[in-house]
Protein backbone atom coordinates (compact mmCIF):
# COMPACT_ATOMS: atom_id res chain seq x y z
CA UNK A 1 0.00 0.00 0.00
CA UNK A 2 1.10 3.85 -1.19
CA UNK A 3 2.16 6.17 1.62
CA UNK A 4 -0.18 9.32 0.94
CA UNK A 5 0.35 13.19 1.15
CA UNK A 6 -1.24 15.98 2.91
CA UNK A 7 -2.59 18.11 0.58
CA UNK A 8 -2.06 21.16 3.18
CA UNK A 9 1.53 20.57 4.83
CA UNK A 10 3.04 17.62 2.73
CA UNK A 11 3.18 15.07 5.79
CA UNK A 12 2.87 11.35 5.62
CA UNK A 13 -0.54 10.58 5.54
CA UNK A 14 -1.51 6.42 5.58
CA UNK A 15 -4.65 4.53 3.71
CA UNK A 16 -6.59 3.96 7.30
CA UNK A 17 -6.30 8.12 8.37
CA UNK A 18 -8.89 10.37 8.58
CA UNK A 19 -6.40 13.32 9.24
CA UNK A 20 -3.07 14.36 8.95
CA UNK A 21 -1.16 15.31 11.97
CA UNK A 22 -1.08 18.91 11.27
CA UNK A 23 -4.99 18.42 11.74
CA UNK A 24 -6.60 18.70 8.09
CA UNK A 25 -9.29 16.32 7.92
CA UNK A 26 -8.67 14.09 4.38
CA UNK A 27 -10.32 11.23 2.54
CA UNK A 28 -9.17 8.85 0.13
CA UNK A 29 -9.83 8.89 -3.46
CA UNK A 30 -9.58 5.13 -5.17
CA UNK A 31 -10.21 6.99 -8.42
CA UNK A 32 -6.75 9.24 -8.44
CA UNK A 33 -4.84 7.22 -5.43
CA UNK A 34 -4.61 9.87 -3.86
CA UNK A 35 -5.79 11.79 -0.32
CA UNK A 36 -8.42 14.63 -1.12
CA UNK A 37 -9.69 17.41 1.04
CA UNK A 38 -12.18 19.01 -1.73
CA UNK A 39 -14.34 16.06 -2.12
CA UNK A 40 -17.40 15.26 -0.37
CA UNK A 41 -16.84 12.30 2.34
CA UNK A 42 -18.64 9.18 2.64
CA UNK A 43 -21.49 9.07 4.69
CA UNK A 44 -20.47 6.15 6.67
CA UNK A 45 -17.11 8.50 8.11
CA UNK A 46 -18.83 8.86 11.73
CA UNK A 47 -20.25 4.92 11.91
CA UNK A 48 -17.15 2.93 11.09
CA UNK A 49 -14.27 5.48 10.15
CA UNK A 50 -14.40 5.39 6.21
CA UNK A 51 -12.25 7.92 5.30
CA UNK A 52 -13.19 7.27 1.42
CA UNK A 53 -14.86 10.43 -0.68
CA UNK A 54 -18.42 9.78 -1.70
CA UNK A 55 -19.19 8.18 -5.22
CA UNK A 56 -22.81 7.31 -5.20
CA UNK A 57 -25.64 8.24 -2.66
CA UNK A 58 -23.57 9.90 -0.35
CA UNK A 59 -21.60 6.31 -0.07
CA UNK A 60 -18.09 5.84 -1.17
CA UNK A 61 -16.83 2.86 -3.69
CA UNK A 62 -16.54 0.38 -1.29
CA UNK A 63 -19.33 0.90 1.42
CA UNK A 64 -21.62 1.27 -1.62
CA UNK A 65 -20.64 -2.52 -2.11
CA UNK A 66 -22.07 -3.83 1.22
CA UNK A 67 -26.05 -4.61 0.97
CA UNK A 68 -26.16 -6.27 4.33
CA UNK A 69 -24.10 -5.36 7.59
CA UNK A 70 -24.03 -6.89 10.81
CA UNK A 71 -27.17 -6.44 13.66
CA UNK A 72 -26.28 -3.20 15.31
CA UNK A 73 -28.56 -4.24 18.00
CA UNK A 74 -25.48 -6.13 19.17
CA UNK A 75 -23.35 -3.63 20.41
CA UNK A 76 -19.91 -5.54 19.93
CA UNK A 77 -20.67 -5.58 15.84
CA UNK A 78 -20.19 -2.42 15.57
CA UNK A 79 -16.40 -2.48 16.05
CA UNK A 80 -16.26 -5.57 14.12
CA UNK A 81 -18.35 -4.15 11.32
CA UNK A 82 -15.62 -1.58 11.54
CA UNK A 83 -12.70 -3.38 10.90
CA UNK A 84 -14.22 -5.62 8.36
CA UNK A 85 -14.81 -2.58 6.29
CA UNK A 86 -10.94 -1.55 6.65
CA UNK A 87 -10.22 -4.63 5.30
CA UNK A 88 -12.77 -4.72 2.44
CA UNK A 89 -11.65 -1.41 1.49
CA UNK A 90 -7.63 -2.45 1.47
CA UNK A 91 -8.51 -5.48 -0.85
CA UNK A 92 -10.24 -2.91 -3.19
CA UNK A 93 -7.83 -0.25 -3.11
CA UNK A 94 -5.18 -2.51 -4.26
CA UNK A 95 -7.32 -3.64 -7.25
CA UNK A 96 -7.84 -0.08 -8.13
CA UNK A 97 -4.11 -0.48 -8.92
CA UNK A 98 -5.53 -2.53 -11.96
CA UNK A 99 -8.11 -0.92 -13.48
CA UNK A 100 -10.38 -2.97 -11.43
CA UNK A 101 -14.34 -1.27 -10.34
CA UNK A 102 -12.63 2.20 -11.37
CA UNK A 103 -14.64 4.95 -13.55
CA UNK A 104 -13.44 3.37 -16.38
CA UNK A 105 -14.13 -0.52 -15.66
CA UNK A 106 -17.83 -0.80 -16.90
CA UNK A 107 -18.32 -4.81 -15.89
CA UNK A 108 -20.28 -5.94 -13.23
CA UNK A 109 -19.51 -5.10 -9.45
CA UNK A 110 -19.74 -7.34 -6.48
CA UNK A 111 -22.01 -6.87 -3.15
CA UNK A 112 -21.47 -7.89 0.07
CA UNK A 113 -23.54 -9.24 3.04
CA UNK A 114 -21.11 -8.52 6.14
CA UNK A 115 -22.66 -11.05 8.88
CA UNK A 116 -22.27 -11.45 12.52
CA UNK A 117 -22.60 -15.07 14.45
CA UNK A 118 -24.28 -12.96 17.20
CA UNK A 119 -27.33 -11.38 16.80
CA UNK A 120 -30.30 -9.95 18.71
CA UNK A 121 -32.34 -12.91 18.24
CA UNK A 122 -29.44 -15.24 19.70
CA UNK A 123 -26.42 -16.90 17.30
CA UNK A 124 -26.31 -17.64 13.59
CA UNK A 125 -24.57 -19.66 11.57
CA UNK A 126 -22.69 -17.54 9.15
CA UNK A 127 -20.47 -19.31 6.34
CA UNK A 128 -18.29 -17.63 4.25
CA UNK A 129 -18.42 -17.13 0.68
CA UNK A 130 -19.04 -16.18 -2.93
CA UNK A 131 -22.37 -16.76 -5.14
CA UNK A 132 -23.17 -15.38 -8.26
CA UNK A 133 -21.74 -11.91 -7.49
CA UNK A 134 -22.42 -11.96 -3.38
CA UNK A 135 -20.05 -12.18 -1.33
CA UNK A 136 -20.52 -13.27 2.60
CA UNK A 137 -18.38 -12.06 5.32
CA UNK A 138 -18.39 -13.19 8.71
CA UNK A 139 -17.53 -10.20 10.58
CA UNK A 140 -17.23 -12.51 13.92
CA UNK A 141 -13.56 -12.98 12.53
CA UNK A 142 -12.94 -9.80 12.60
CA UNK A 143 -12.50 -10.28 16.43
CA UNK A 144 -8.49 -11.62 16.69
CA UNK A 145 -9.14 -13.85 19.39
CA UNK A 146 -11.70 -15.85 17.30
CA UNK A 147 -10.13 -15.32 14.48
CA UNK A 148 -6.47 -16.67 16.35
CA UNK A 149 -8.57 -19.68 18.07
CA UNK A 150 -9.71 -21.05 14.24
CA UNK A 151 -6.20 -20.37 13.01
CA UNK A 152 -5.11 -23.14 15.42
CA UNK A 153 -8.29 -25.87 15.03
CA UNK A 154 -8.18 -25.31 11.35
CA UNK A 155 -3.98 -26.03 11.51
CA UNK A 156 -3.64 -22.60 8.68
CA UNK A 157 -1.13 -20.86 8.40
CA UNK A 158 -2.76 -17.45 7.72
CA UNK A 159 -6.06 -16.35 8.71
CA UNK A 160 -6.72 -12.22 8.36
CA UNK A 161 -9.69 -10.62 6.99
CA UNK A 162 -7.83 -9.12 3.71
CA UNK A 163 -7.00 -12.84 3.34
CA UNK A 164 -10.63 -13.56 3.57
CA UNK A 165 -11.70 -10.81 1.86
CA UNK A 166 -8.99 -11.25 -1.20
CA UNK A 167 -9.90 -15.04 -1.49
CA UNK A 168 -13.75 -14.86 -1.82
CA UNK A 169 -13.15 -11.21 -3.99
CA UNK A 170 -11.12 -13.77 -6.38
CA UNK A 171 -14.10 -16.04 -7.18
CA UNK A 172 -15.85 -13.35 -8.32
CA UNK A 173 -13.25 -11.92 -10.07
CA UNK A 174 -13.54 -16.06 -11.87
CA UNK A 175 -16.53 -14.74 -12.83
CA UNK A 176 -15.42 -11.74 -14.34
CA UNK A 177 -12.73 -13.35 -16.28
CA UNK A 178 -14.38 -16.26 -17.44
CA UNK A 179 -15.99 -14.56 -20.70
CA UNK A 180 -12.39 -13.34 -21.65
CA UNK A 181 -11.18 -15.23 -24.93
CA UNK A 182 -8.53 -17.49 -23.98
CA UNK A 183 -8.85 -17.37 -20.04
CA UNK A 184 -11.14 -20.90 -19.59
CA UNK A 185 -8.87 -22.97 -21.95
CA UNK A 186 -5.26 -21.51 -20.14
CA UNK A 187 -7.02 -21.77 -16.36
CA UNK A 188 -8.18 -25.84 -16.89
CA UNK A 189 -4.86 -26.55 -18.24
CA UNK A 190 -3.41 -25.23 -15.04
CA UNK A 191 -6.06 -25.32 -12.10
CA UNK A 192 -8.45 -27.93 -13.82
CA UNK A 193 -11.58 -28.42 -14.80
CA UNK A 194 -13.99 -25.80 -12.75
CA UNK A 195 -16.99 -27.85 -13.68
CA UNK A 196 -16.10 -30.76 -11.11
CA UNK A 197 -18.60 -31.45 -8.48
CA UNK A 198 -17.88 -28.75 -5.53
CA UNK A 199 -19.56 -30.03 -2.90
CA UNK A 200 -18.07 -34.01 -3.73
CA UNK A 201 -14.61 -32.40 -3.74
CA UNK A 202 -14.94 -30.10 -0.29
CA UNK A 203 -16.52 -33.70 1.04
CA UNK A 204 -13.12 -35.62 -0.15
CA UNK A 205 -11.29 -32.80 1.02
CA UNK A 206 -12.26 -32.43 4.73
CA UNK A 207 -12.47 -36.00 4.99
CA UNK A 208 -8.40 -36.81 3.89
CA UNK A 209 -7.13 -33.12 3.63
CA UNK A 210 -3.74 -33.38 1.82
CA UNK A 211 -0.94 -31.08 2.28
CA UNK A 212 0.20 -28.58 -0.17
CA UNK A 213 2.87 -29.54 -2.61
CA UNK A 214 5.02 -28.21 -5.81
CA UNK A 215 1.24 -27.55 -7.66
CA UNK A 216 -0.94 -25.90 -4.87
CA UNK A 217 -0.07 -22.86 -2.37
CA UNK A 218 -2.52 -24.86 0.55
CA UNK A 219 -4.26 -27.65 1.15
CA UNK A 220 -6.91 -26.25 0.94
CA UNK A 221 -6.25 -25.28 -3.35
CA UNK A 222 -5.75 -28.69 -3.71
CA UNK A 223 -9.84 -29.36 -2.96
CA UNK A 224 -11.03 -27.81 -6.30
CA UNK A 225 -10.10 -26.18 -9.13
CA UNK A 226 -12.02 -22.74 -7.94
CA UNK A 227 -10.77 -23.22 -4.44
CA UNK A 228 -7.05 -23.27 -6.09
CA UNK A 229 -7.67 -20.50 -7.93
CA UNK A 230 -8.84 -18.36 -5.46
CA UNK A 231 -6.49 -19.15 -3.04
CA UNK A 232 -3.79 -18.45 -5.84
CA UNK A 233 -5.29 -14.64 -6.00
CA UNK A 234 -4.89 -14.19 -2.49
CA UNK A 235 -1.50 -15.15 -2.49
CA UNK A 236 -0.52 -13.07 -5.37
CA UNK A 237 -2.42 -10.29 -4.03
CA UNK A 238 -0.65 -10.68 -0.80
CA UNK A 239 3.19 -10.91 -2.06
CA UNK A 240 2.24 -8.04 -4.62
CA UNK A 241 1.02 -5.59 -1.60
CA UNK A 242 3.96 -6.43 0.81
CA UNK A 243 6.44 -6.03 -2.10
CA UNK A 244 4.67 -2.42 -2.68
CA UNK A 245 4.26 -1.64 0.58
CA UNK A 246 8.10 -2.75 1.61
CA UNK A 247 9.22 -0.68 -1.14
CA UNK A 248 7.47 2.65 -0.83
CA UNK A 249 8.44 2.82 3.06
CA UNK A 250 11.96 2.10 1.51
CA UNK A 251 12.56 -1.45 3.11
CA UNK A 252 14.24 -3.43 0.17
CA UNK A 253 17.46 -5.40 -0.01
CA UNK A 254 20.80 -4.69 -1.93
CA UNK A 255 19.71 -6.84 -5.00
CA UNK A 256 16.23 -6.03 -4.37
CA UNK A 257 13.92 -3.47 -6.40
CA UNK A 258 14.68 0.57 -5.61
CA UNK A 259 12.65 2.82 -2.99
CA UNK A 260 9.64 4.15 -4.88
CA UNK A 261 9.37 0.44 -7.01
CA UNK A 262 5.91 0.29 -7.61
CA UNK A 263 4.90 -3.43 -7.71
CA UNK A 264 1.63 -3.04 -9.30
CA UNK A 265 3.13 -1.76 -12.50
CA UNK A 266 5.25 -4.71 -12.42
CA UNK A 267 4.68 -7.42 -15.54
CA UNK A 268 7.87 -10.08 -14.99
CA UNK A 269 5.68 -12.03 -12.46
CA UNK A 270 8.95 -14.01 -11.62
CA UNK A 271 11.09 -10.64 -10.84
CA UNK A 272 8.07 -9.85 -8.21
CA UNK A 273 7.80 -13.08 -6.89
CA UNK A 274 11.34 -13.62 -6.34
CA UNK A 275 12.05 -9.77 -4.98
CA UNK A 276 9.16 -10.68 -2.55
CA UNK A 277 10.05 -13.57 -1.69
CA UNK A 278 13.73 -12.99 -0.91
CA UNK A 279 12.42 -9.85 1.49
CA UNK A 280 9.84 -12.33 3.52
CA UNK A 281 12.86 -14.67 4.43
CA UNK A 282 14.92 -11.43 5.21
CA UNK A 283 11.43 -10.24 7.61
CA UNK A 284 11.11 -13.78 8.72
CA UNK A 285 14.95 -13.81 10.30
CA UNK A 286 14.14 -10.29 11.93
CA UNK A 287 10.34 -12.17 13.67
CA UNK A 288 12.35 -14.91 15.13
CA UNK A 289 14.50 -12.33 17.05
CA UNK A 290 11.78 -11.19 19.07
CA UNK A 291 9.60 -14.75 18.86
CA UNK A 292 7.51 -13.77 16.26
CA UNK A 293 5.75 -16.19 13.25
CA UNK A 294 7.34 -15.81 10.02
CA UNK A 295 5.73 -13.11 7.69
CA UNK A 296 4.93 -16.06 4.84
CA UNK A 297 5.76 -19.48 5.68
CA UNK A 298 4.84 -20.96 2.47
CA UNK A 299 6.80 -22.35 -1.08
CA UNK A 300 6.40 -21.36 -4.05
CA UNK A 301 7.22 -24.33 -5.89
CA UNK A 302 7.16 -24.11 -10.25
CA UNK A 303 3.73 -25.11 -10.72
CA UNK A 304 2.11 -22.43 -8.13
CA UNK A 305 4.71 -20.04 -10.30
CA UNK A 306 2.70 -20.94 -13.21
CA UNK A 307 -0.17 -20.54 -11.65
CA UNK A 308 0.50 -17.05 -10.24
CA UNK A 309 1.66 -15.82 -13.40
CA UNK A 310 -1.13 -16.94 -15.48
CA UNK A 311 -3.45 -15.12 -12.75
CA UNK A 312 -1.19 -12.16 -12.62
CA UNK A 313 -1.48 -11.50 -16.47
CA UNK A 314 -5.39 -11.96 -16.37
CA UNK A 315 -5.72 -9.53 -13.32
CA UNK A 316 -3.32 -6.90 -14.27
CA UNK A 317 -4.97 -6.40 -17.23
CA UNK A 318 -8.86 -8.23 -16.91
CA UNK A 319 -10.70 -5.21 -16.19
CA UNK A 320 -10.37 -3.40 -19.51
Known amino acids: MQVFSCPVCGSPVYFHNLACRCGQAVAFDPERQEMRIDLPFCSHRDDIS ?86 TINVTEA ?7 RQEKMGELYRTMIGHMRHEMAHFLFLRLSGKDGFLPGFRALFGDER ?19 DHITSYA ?48 ERLLTSAIALSIAVNHVNRALDLPDLYPFV ?21
Not at 233 to 258: K, N, Y
Open 50 to 135: CNWVAETGGFCRSCAMTVIVPDLREADNLPLWDRTEQAKRWMLANLSRWGWFGQSDTGPRPVFRLLSEVTAAGDARVVMGHANGTI
Open 143 to 149: SEPVRAD
Open 196 to 214: ADYGQALRAHYGKPAPPDE
Open 222 to 269: RSHPHEDWAETIAHLLHLVDFLDSAALTRLTLPDGPAPGYDAYAETET
Open 300 to 320: LGQGVRKKLAFAHRHLKTGAG
